[in-house]
């Protein structure tokens, strides 16, 4: 039997309890629930109303300081497997990855919390396509991924990224080192014997030339745009692929080793 004062107690505990909430807290069925609570006039937040006020909190949050380390690891991820995801006024960052990445993933986490960007690695292992690590075929049982907290801080980058789609920004000519060198490790990959490339297929073709233009700027690195059927993707060129190395090299974890010509599928440096 419903208790007025136990559940006048609980809502005295936390007043955002709804009546779904003091259903389950009691192991009664929802009707009677609601039933009851008109019945005793109890006053309790709607689905609604505790939303709104959620909300409002959220709103109410100061501002994230994105430091110029986790600028950099956004900027990167961004152009590769990072998105910004829009929760009602304000936005996350997600980072998503094939959960035969994890060590990969667990890496980006260790950095973003260096770069005093606070993050939650979750993981779900409940689908079923391969993967391709290090050239074999791996199954692949799942994703592991990296979110942050929602915050204000994140609207400019959605901002700046969506048009609707994603597309490329004019601040990507901050990218530094650190951030080519996640962008590379995301999308980036070997070109047997003659360099290397990046699948920004995903982008347009004004995002590509922009892509081009940053990387002769910041970099130094000439890059050509190439078709992949009907996409476009870009290539660096064999004579700038050390250069290249060179800047990315002291930023690639062991278990992306392998994407650096001079070591085998496994990471490991080859002897000269």
């Known amino acids: 039997m419903l208790d007025k004062d136990l559940i006048l107690a609980k809502l005295e505990e936390n007043p955002e309890l709804t009546v ?14 609601r039933d009851f609570i008109e019945r005793e006039n109890i006053k309790t937040f709607s689905f609604s109303e505790k939303l709104a006020l959620r909300n409002k909190i959220l709103c109410t949050q100061p501002p994230i300081e994105i430091s110029p380390m986790a600028n950099q690891l956004i900027l990167g991820s961004m152009l590769g497997d990072g998105s910004i995801i829009r929760k009602r006024t304000n936005c996350i960052l997600v980072v998503r990855h094939s959960l035969v990445q994890k060590q990969y993933v667990l890496h980006k986490y260790k950095l973003f919390e260096q770069s005093g960007l606070h993050v939650k690695y979750s993981e779900r292992t409940n689908s ?11 199954k692949d049982n799942g994703y592991c ?16 990224w969506y048009n609707p789609k994603k597309e490329v920004p004019d601040t990507i000519y901050e990218l530094g ?50 078709k ?27 278990e992306m080793n392998y994407k650096i010509i001079g070591h085998n599928k496994q990471g490991e440096l080859l002897e000269s």
């Open 228 to 254: 992949n059927k009907d996409k476009e993707i870009l290539y660096l060129i064999q004579k700038d692929y050390n250069k290249f190395v060179d800047i990315i090299k002291e930023f690639v974890c062991p």
């Open 128 to 138: 079923y396509r391969n993967g391709i690590i290090n050239g074999r075929i791996i």
């Open 20 to 33: 779904c909430n003091l259903s389950t807290m009691f192991n009664e069925p929802l009707k009677n629930m």
């Open 177 to 226: 080192p650190i951030g080519l060198a996640i962008w590379y490790m995301d999308d980036g990959a070997i070109h047997h014997p003659t360099g290397a490339y990046f699948s920004t297929n995903g982008f347009n073709h004004n995002s590509q030339l922009k892509l081009q233009d940053m990387m002769i700027k910041n970099f130094g690195l000439t890059v050509h745009i190439h």
């Open 145 to 160: 991924q990296i979110v942050t907290k929602v915050n204000q801080s994140f609207n400019k980058y959605r901002e700046d």
